[in-house]
């Protein structure tokens, strides 16, 4: 029998440099869905109703002296009955499903720029497809048809969320 080795070498992986992230865990940390009018919307609704879906991202260092982060992604889909007439308001609201999803990471020295997109793109992204099938259950699990999140631009949502922080002088560009 011969000896079976891997060279790093050989296969190019000479100088690959190690993930500047590793996930230790992911876990639902809060979970809620709600139909506030019971059974009775199940009776009474005639149309889909429209639905709206807010997202969240944020990251908390867990120890002072540790590169150990937790990241949390929060959804809110409320669902709430067509108006009644064109350009009229909604109607009762026929379901909340809110979530809050988040994963312990630890970052493995990566430069200091990249700490912040990391936490608030890389991660997100990585948890995504999790949030979006316990979401798409959760509905589902109602009585509901289930809610399908679409993809999420996490470096826009990022990118707005420090347009909010740190906002430009006026009159500069």
């Known amino acids: 029998m011969s000896e079976n080795t891997t060279d790093n070498a050989a296969l190019g992986q000479e100088n690959v440099p190690a993930m500047p992230l590793a996930i230790n865990l992911q876990y639902t940390?809060?979970?809620s869905f709600e139909v506030p009018a019971g059974a009775s919307?199940?009776?009474t609704l005639r149309s889909a109703p429209q639905i709206s879906?807010?997202?969240d991202v944020q990251a908390n260092r867990l120890e002072e002296d540790q590169a150990v982060y937790e990241v949390a992604l929060a959804v809110?889909?409320?669902?709430?009955?067509?108006p009644a007439q064109e350009g009229g308001q909604a109607g009762r609201t026929?379901?909340?499903?809110e979530l809050t999803y988040a994963a312990v990471v630890t970052l493995n020295n990566p430069p200091q720029e990249l700490i912040?997109?990391?936490l608030l793109v890389e991660v997100p992204r990585l948890i995504f497809p999790y949030v979006r099938s316990i979401v798409s259950d959760v509905t589902r699990d109602g009585g509901f048809p289930p809610v399908v999140l679409q993809p999420i631009d996490f470096v826009a949502l990022w990118q707005a969320k420090r347009?909010?922080?740190f906002p430009e002088p006026a009159?500069?560009?």
């Open 29 to 31: 940390k809060d979970l």
């Open 41 to 43: 919307i199940f009776a």
């Open 53 to 55: 879906v807010n997202i």
């Open 76 to 82: 809110r889909a409320e669902a709430a009955e067509p």
């Open 94 to 97: 026929v379901f909340i499903a």
């Open 116 to 118: 912040e997109p990391i």
């Open 163 to 165: 347009a909010q922080q």
């Open 171 to 173: 009159g500069e560009a």
